[in-house]
């Protein structure tokens, strides 16, 4: 074998005095319980880094407790998600009903400005004709503002009262229509959509 697999400590031996008496066999001896000291070191030190690592069964429950940490962990972000989902609708539904009552203040004062514009015109009949034409261009002008907002108006002349439509504002004998019946429209009624806007003032037959 090499020199310095026997001899580690050669250098020291030569620089010391007692050892020169050694013989052949007793530095073999000594080479020899050099290097099984050198492997029971290297096996202690493996065995200490080893210490903390943990046995298969331990590192099995460690995985399986990580598991359901993870679940618990989704379960709480789908929680979370949906009930965001649900505040962001409710807020939506909220602005669309603030929205629409905010248009719908707009429309009714529109509305009886149309009512006024009617009585103009059938009042002012015999006006110069650019006053008519005047009246007439701002009238139709607004009658297309509430058609573009899917307003429009309804007819209740000769049909039934219906509460949910009409008004009754005043009764009236008549022989020729079934009682209940709509027998003049006094301020037409409107719908904004399918929705009613406006109801009708009518007389109604008695």
Sequence with gaps: P???????????????????SLTLSDWITMAIDNRH??????VLTASEDNRGLLSPADL??????????LRKERDRNLRTLADFKNYRRHI???GNRLA???????????????????????WAGGAERPLME??????????????????????SQ?????????????????????????????????????ELLRPAQVRVAE
């Excluded at 000291?37 to 290297?42: L, N």
């Design 2 to 20: 090499p020199r310095s697999t026997l001899f580690p400590y050669t250098t020291l031996f030569r620089s010391t005095p007692c050892m020169t």
């Design 37 to 42: 000291s050198r492997k029971d070191a290297a």
């Design 60 to 69: 099995t429950g460690e995985i399986e407790v990580l598991r359901e940490e």
């Design 92 to 94: 939506e539904r909220e």
């Design 100 to 122: 629409e009552g905010g248009k719908r203040e707009i429309l009714l004062p529109l509305i009886g400005i149309i009512d006024d514009l009617e009585k103009a015109l059938k």
């Design 134 to 155: 005047g009246l007439q261009n701002i009238y139709q002008k607004l009658l297309a503002l509430l058609e573009a907002q899917e307003v429009r108006s309804f007819d």
């Design 158 to 194: 000769g049909r039934a009262f219906t509460p949910d439509l009409h008004e009754a504002v005043a009764l009236a004998k008549s022989d020729d229509v079934e009682q209940g019946t709509v027998v003049e429209d006094l301020r037409r009624g409107y719908l904004w959509r399918s």
